[in-house]
């Protein structure tokens, strides 16, 4: 049997689904490979609240690779993240009104050296700029 038919992991908030969080369902082909893809609905607007707010991630055997679009600033910033073996929280301060999309593809950790043609030892617990582990061979 193929393990991603019988191993389903999970996040913190598992039954998360609103215009801020949404998970999707990758096509057959690319099931054995990647958890979910997921992200934000559409672009939303941070307002400037000083409000700081904390969320926790727990290890859940997967890698992920975020892209955040920053429409306010026209930028785009990404991250890969690395499977992760200890719980650690996040803390967003909204000290600026943006508007922002977000999109990211969690893998399952045994099939990110497909796509990387990486070793992934030095991962763990650990964030890159996704072009340190994956893009190499992309001429743009």
């Given at each position: ?19 801020n969080y949404k998970e999707f369902i990758p096509c057959d082909a690319l099931k054995p490979y990647i958890r979910c893809f997921w992200g934000t609905k ?99």
């Amino acid at each position: 049997m193929k393990l991603h038919k019988i191993y389903n992991p999970i996040i913190a908030t598992p039954f998360a689904c609103s215009d801020n969080y949404k998970e999707f369902i990758p096509c057959d082909a690319l099931k054995p490979y990647i958890r979910c893809f997921w992200g934000t609905k559409k672009p939303v607007n941070q307002e400037k609240t000083y409000i700081k707010t904390n969320g926790i991630v727990i290890p859940d055997t997967c890698m992920d690779i975020i892209f955040h679009i920053d429409f306010t600033n026209n930028r785009i910033h990404n991250s890969f993240c690395g499977i992760n073996d200890r719980t650690f929280s996040t803390t967003n301060y909204n000290d600026t009104e943006q508007t922002m999309f977000s999109f990211a593809i969690r893998f399952y950790a045994w099939s990110v050296p497909v796509f990387s043609e990486e070793k992934m030892c030095d991962t763990r617990n650990a964030h890159f700029d996704v072009g340190y582990h994956f893009l190499k061979n992309i001429i743009l």
